[in-house]
T-cell receptor
């Protein structure tokens, strides 16, 4: 089946640092969505990207839709303790009908 | 702010029993989805539903699973004869414009099969 890869798998950072994570695929995506999940809760949508090259911000979060349409990046600036969670990229691959794929996630830990 | 709600938050059942998981999607959304997340793993797509019929389903969504929109507000997932490996978090999601647009997730139902 279709696979998304995310890196890094996990990261430990100090509060105040910037964070960068990415998501790659062997297939073209028309939409990239970034979600955050905290323990015991459902994924919460952070940013949606619809166009190759698009750069979108949501507060301290910035995400980009890669030009090749096979990758996306999420950056978090000036991290705070409540940024802790698992960040998933997701979307419908161009050749995958109506199915929807999630990446394995990047687990972020913020140290005070 | 409108949100997707799910009940129950936790369901414990015996292997072989039927369970029904309930969801109330956001009221003006037309597309509904079910996902599964086994503990510690990624979120997996099960099924999408639009205009009172399944529009897509994954390999996981076999004959043991069914979905229904019994009225104007609820969206249900039924597992006919639960297996141990069905233990997972089940998330309902909805979107206004279809699969390629933003999907909003509920808080999930934790299903434990004993």
């Amino acid at each position: 089946g279709q696979q998304l890869n995310q890196s890094p798998q996990s990261m430990f950072i100090q509060e105040g640092e910037d964070v960068s994570m990415n998501c790659t695929s062997s297939s073209i995506f028309n939409t990239w969505l970034w979600y955050k999940q905290e323990p015991g809760e459902g994924p919460v949508l952070l940013i949606a990207l619809y166009k190759a090259g698009e750069l979108t911000s949501n507060g301290r979060l910035t995400a980009q839709f890669g030009i090749t349409r096979k990758d996306s990046f999420l950056n978090i600036s000036a991290s705070i303790p409540s940024d802790v969670g698992i960040y998933f990229c997701a979307g419908p691959p161009d050749n995958y009908g109506q199915n929807f794929v999630f990446g394995p996630g990047t687990r972020l830990s913020v140290l005070p | 702010e409108p949100e997707v709600t799910q009940t129950p938050s936790h369901q414990v059942t015996q292997m072989g029993q039927e369970v029904i998981l309930r969801c109330v999607p956001i009221s003006n959304h037309l597309y509904f989805y079910w996902y599964r997340q086994i503990l510690g793993q990624k979120v997996e797509f099960l099924v999408s539903f639009y205009n009172n019929e399944i529009s897509e389903k994954s390999e996981i969504f076999d004959d043991q699973f069914s979905v229904e929109r019994p009225d104007g507000s609820n969206f249900t997932l039924k597992i006919r004869s639960t297996k141990l490996e069905d233990s997972a978090m089940y998330f309902c999601a909805s979107s206004e414009w279809g699969l390629a647009r933003e999907q909003f997730f509920g808080p999930g139902t934790r299903l434990t099969v004993l």
